[in-house]
T-cell receptor, first 113, second 115 residues
Framework: LAKTTQPISMDSYEGQEVNITCSHN???????ITWYQQFPSQGPRFIIQ???TKVTNEVASLFIPADRKSSTLSLPRVSLSDTAVYYC??????????????FGRGTSLIVHP | GAGVSQTPSNKVTEKGKYVELRCDPI?????LYWYRQSLGQGPEFLIY????????DSGLPNDRFFAVRPEGSVSTLKIQRTERGDSAMYLC?????????????FGAGSRLTVL
């Protein structure tokens, strides 16, 4: 299973763009990159998933370079409510039972007024 | 239901007691996962069900922990002879498990405190 590395914590201010980078040097050909967000006392919530290049939805963008050894979650114009822990996961979602979504410690983002 | 429902939301028990935690997944989701999360850590995998059967229980820490999903919907995580180290947030997630997706929807969790 590809191991992921991401910063333990980040600080930002309201209205700024936040980029959280995740390293996954051992990503396999069929692996997808998935990001989850978790607020205190809640379960993680799916944000975005991608395989290569760029994916955008109403919440975030995910940038994946050609070598796929890293990925960057971009949150545009953050607000205080974006304060949360963000997890980067890598795995082959089509592999059925052999893919168990594995969470690391995540990146704790604190947005300041 | 509209989301994954977990009960109870909070459970306080004494060391040595038996505890059951319930998870009601999204209707139609065949895959169900249990995770445990301690403060400051990410969710730690416990067990995964595909339908009624436990497809992977490699994350269960010891034989005091057991989970069932008898009809392929609701699941119960059972902890015998609880220890203080079992105190954590227990999270359940479900997924429709369609190829190429496998996005998990989590419940709000059951916080277990063992005194």
């Amino acid at each position: 299973l590809a191991k992921t590395t991401q910063p333990i914590s980040m600080d930002s201010y309201e209205g700024q763009e936040v980029n959280i980078t995740c390293s996954h040097n051992n990503i396999a050909t069929n692996d997808y990159i998935t990001w989850y967000q978790q607020f205190p006392s809640q379960g993680p919530r799916f944000i975005i998933q991608g395989y290569k290049t760029k994916v955008t939805n109403e919440v975030a963008s995910l940038f994946i370079p050609a070598d796929r050894k890293s990925s960057t979650l971009s949150l545009p114009r953050v607000s205080l409510s974006d304060t949360a822990v963000y997890y980067c996961l890598v795995g082959d979602p089509a592999s059925g039972g052999s893919y168990i979504p594995t969470f690391g410690r995540g990146t704790s983002l604190i947005v300041h007024p | 239901g509209a989301g994954v429902s977990q009960t109870p939301s909070n459970k306080v028990t004494e060391k040595g007691k038996y505890v059951e935690l319930r998870c009601d997944p999204i209707s139609g989701h065949t895959a169900l996962y249990w995770y445990r999360q301690s403060l400051g850590q990410g969710p730690e995998f416990l067990i995964y069900f595909q339908g009624t059967g436990a497809a992977d229980d490699s994350g269960l820490p010891n034989d005091r922990f057991f989970a069932v999903r008898p009809e392929g919907s609701v699941s119960t995580l059972k902890i015998q002879r609880t220890e203080r180290g079992d105190s954590a947030m227990y999270l359940c997630a479900s997924s429709p498990w369609t190829a190429g997706a496998n996005v998990l929807t989590f419940g709000a969790g059951s916080r277990l405190t063992v005194l």
